[in-house]
């Protein structure tokens, strides 16, 4: 499973955040719901053409954050979500924010809009609170 999980090397983004952010995305969507299994770390990275480094520095962050978990036996999981945590990634996500996401990448899409500047787009108006 890469999920559709790509890395852009010429991106001023570093790989393992394109990964980390990409796969925090998916569990935020419920692409990936708790308990799902994520490939090993050589594997993604093999997938991927990348060093295997990048990929356990994406899975470190990812864990250090409460979305996965690495069990010894059975791999590295999408982590449960605590109680409280709903809205948040990992979380149930309202209908009606995700309906506007929806309706912000159609309107990116259709103004030929990178997704880069995109999220840049994003970023600013979250900054500016």
């Given at each position: 499973?890469?999920?559709?999980?790509?890395?852009d090397?010429?991106?001023?983004?570093?790989?393992?955040?394109?990964?980390?952010?990409?796969?925090?995305?998916?569990?935020?969507?419920?692409?990936?719901?708790?308990?799902?299994?994520?490939?090993?770390?050589?594997?993604?990275?093999?997938?991927?053409?990348?060093?295997?480094?990048?990929?356990?520095?994406?899975?470190?962050?990812?864990?250090?954050?409460?979305?996965?978990?690495?069990?010894?036996?059975?791999?590295?999981?999408?982590?449960?979500?605590?109680?409280?945590?709903?809205?948040?990634?990992?979380?149930?996500?309202?209908?009606?924010?995700?309906?506007?996401v929806?309706?912000?990448?159609?309107?990116?899409?259709?103004?030929?809009?990178?997704?880069?500047?995109?999220?840049?787009?994003?970023?600013?108006?979250?900054?500016?609170?």
């Amino acid at each position: 499973m890469n999920a559709g999980i790509s890395v852009d090397l010429r991106s001023a983004t570093p790989p393992y955040e394109q990964i980390r952010s990409q796969i925090s995305s998916l569990i935020a969507i419920g692409a990936l719901p708790a308990g799902s299994r994520l490939p090993t770390v050589r594997s993604l990275a093999a997938d991927l053409g990348i060093a295997a480094g990048t990929v356990g520095r994406a899975y470190k962050e990812l864990e250090a954050a409460g979305l996965i978990e690495s069990r010894r036996r059975n791999g590295t999981v999408v982590a449960h979500t605590p109680p409280g945590r709903a809205g948040q990634a990992g979380g149930t996500v309202p209908e009606a924010v995700s309906a506007a996401v929806d309706l912000l990448v159609s309107a990116g899409r259709e103004a030929r809009l990178s997704d880069e500047l995109l999220l840049d787009l994003v970023r600013g108006k979250l900054r500016k609170g």
